[in-house]
């Protein structure tokens, strides 16, 4: 009896083990690891290593600096994504998981889209930008570039960044990327001088930029003043490699100085310098940047093809006043009579005047009213309101600002420019409708006539403004009909009597 009882006593400690083995060895054989935590798989940090320069000349703008866009929830199509390509045992990547960059709670952070767990079945990762979706996952960086140098796309979805991680024990990555092609840029320079005589060095704009390696031709995209292009090649050779470019209608055409070729690495940037016959402009025109930096100034030329590091951009000169080519010389001194204004604190730069306009829109005019008398009455006394020749916007747009809270109206034009004082400079007023005109229009601004707003809108381009377009307000006022509207193809759009939803573009002079 003792020994049937023993019997039974192994047989069913074998089952139990036999059932234990079996349950380990069917999760495996399915490919189904029991997670060793519940936590999903998330994201601690992520730091960019920076293309790194391989030229001995001095970089003004890098092209290189990768920063996020962050979104407001993890759908907002805003927002910025990686991906982490998930690997077994076997070399196999079995997930491809979506990491959102959304602002929650004014922290920036990286969400799984895809709730996929942290698992001890994940052997090796991959972590990469942009997130891409594919039919066949790569399960090696060498398969994942060769997806990405073959996207017709521009230079942010084509520059990948990868990160590799072969030891993978816990729920929680931090990634240290790094670009996975090489980049080419191209960058031709010039100099310009601020009001304190101070040398500036800038990007001059080019055009038809394209450069070629062997029988292949590429074009670089324009990015922080320099023409940047991704590339996967192994070397540069003499005559090989050609780049071509035009400065003024003249066109270029160069290549490497070097007999021996050009070895060319992953992360790494390789600037050619694009020498020009000329050192800049001189003077100012129409289409220049008006930029300050502390209590200086500069106007860069609007052949510039970005604002130098440590410069901002204000606007974009649209008028001059005392150029020779305007036909115009006591124009200056006109103004300054037309709108009480004394030399005093506007010197102009290096002695010359103009008008800028903003780089953004204001608001509209402020409280709608039936009651046109209200406005009427701000310009009481003021005899040359309806005079539509006049460049006399600052002084109407006193008068407006004094005086629109005594007619009971709440003014709001300039409330997101009225407390910017610019060193030089009057403040930011509402341009009169002879303003309008210089441009709208580009009459006597040194620009075609009618070709001014498309020229100006140029430039705003160039710089991330906000282009002008549809009806623009001016501050001439004929009693009993209204402010004046001018229309982006240079035809007056009326006059209204009660201010519409059409959004104020502010100027100053200089």
């Given at each position: 009896?003792?020994?049937?009882?023993?019997?039974?006593?192994?047989?069913?400690?074998?089952?139990?083990?036999?059932?234990?083995?079996?349950?380990?060895?069917?999760?495996?054989?399915?490919?189904?690891?029991?997670?060793?935590?519940?936590?999903?798989?998330?994201i601690g940090s992520v730091n960019v290593n920076d293309f790194a320069e391989n030229t001995e000349s001095r970089v003004i703008n890098d092209s290189k600096t990768v920063t996020f866009e962050a979104g407001t929830n993890i759908n907002d199509a805003n927002g910025d994504e990686l991906g982490v390509l998930l690997i077994d045992e076997s070399g196999k990547t079995y997930a491809n998981v979506a990491f959102k960059y959304v602002?929650?709670?004014?922290?920036?952070?990286?969400?799984?889209?895809?709730?996929?767990?942290?698992?001890?079945?994940?052997?090796?990762?991959?972590a990469y930008f942009p997130y891409t979706e594919m039919a066949v996952l790569p399960s090696t960086i060498e398969e994942l570039k060769e997806i990405f140098i073959n996207k017709d796309a521009g230079v942010k979805e084509k520059d990948l960044?990868?990160?590799?991680?072969?030891?993978?024990?816990?729920?929680?990555?931090?990634?240290?990327?790094?670009?996975?092609?090489?980049?080419?840029?191209?960058?031709?320079?010039?100099?310009?001088?601020?009001?304190?005589?101070?040398?500036?060095?800038?990007?001059?704009?080019?055009?038809?930029?394209?450069?070629?390696?062997?029988?292949?031709?590429?074009?670089?995209?324009?990015?922080?003043?320099r023409y940047v292009c991704i590339v996967d090649v192994p070397q540069l050779q003499k005559d090989d490699f050609r780049y071509f470019y035009t400065v003024d209608n003249q066109s270029y055409v160069k290549t490497i100085n070097s007999e021996s070729p050009i070895g060319i690495e992953s992360n790494k940037s390789y600037t050619f310098k694009c020498p020009v016959n000329q050192t800049g402009t001189s003077g100012i025109a129409a289409g220049d940047f008006y930029c300050v930096s502390s209590d200086d100034v500069l106007v860069l030329p609007g052949n510039a093809a970005g604002i130098p590091e440590g410069w901002t951009c204000k606007g974009i000169v649209f008028h001059v006043m005392d150029s020779s080519d305007s036909g115009s010389g006591n124009e200056w001194s006109t103004f300054l009579t037309n709108n009480q204004l004394t030399e005093a604190n506007l010197p102009g730069y290096n002695g010359k005047h103009g008008l800028v306009v903003s780089l953004i829109n204001d608001n509209n005019y402020g409280t709608p009213t039936n009651n046109i008398d209200s406005w009427s009455n701000c310009f009481t006394d003021y005899n040359d309101s309806e005079n539509t020749d006049l460049s006399n916007g600052y002084k109407m747009t006193k008068l407006l600002t004094d005086n629109a809270s005594n007619n009971g109206i709440t003014f709001t034009g300039l409330n997101l420019h009225k407390d910017e004082t610019i060193v030089g400079t009057t403040s930011w007023y509402i341009p009169s409708f002879n303003e309008l005109k210089y441009l709208v229009r580009g009459k006597n601004s040194g620009t075609p006539s009618g070709e001014g707003l498309k020229y100006v809108n140029g430039q705003l381009g160039k710089i991330n403004g906000e282009e002008l377009s549809g009806s623009i307000p001016s501050i001439t006022f004929i009693n009993n009909s209204g402010f004046c509207l001018m229309q982006s193809d240079g035809q007056e759009n009326g006059w209204h009597g009660i201010p519409g939803s059409e959004k104020i573009r502010p100027i100053f002079a200089f």
């Open positions: 009896m003792k020994q049937l009882y023993l019997h039974i006593k192994l047989a069913a400690l074998s089952m139990l083990l036999f059932s234990a083995c079996t349950q380990d060895e069917i999760m495996n054989q399915a490919n189904v690891e029991r997670p060793v935590t519940d936590e999903l798989l998330n602002n929650e709670n004014g922290e920036n952070k990286w969400f799984n889209k895809t709730n996929e767990y942290y698992s001890s079945k994940i052997k090796k990762a991959i960044l990868v990160s590799e991680a072969t030891e993978f024990k816990k729920a929680t990555m931090d990634i240290n990327f790094t670009h996975a092609f090489s980049m080419i840029a191209f960058s031709a320079e010039a100099t310009a001088t601020t009001s304190k005589n101070t040398e500036v060095t800038y990007s001059l704009e080019l055009s038809d930029v394209a450069f070629s390696i062997g029988d292949k031709l590429y074009t670089p995209e324009l990015v922080n003043g």
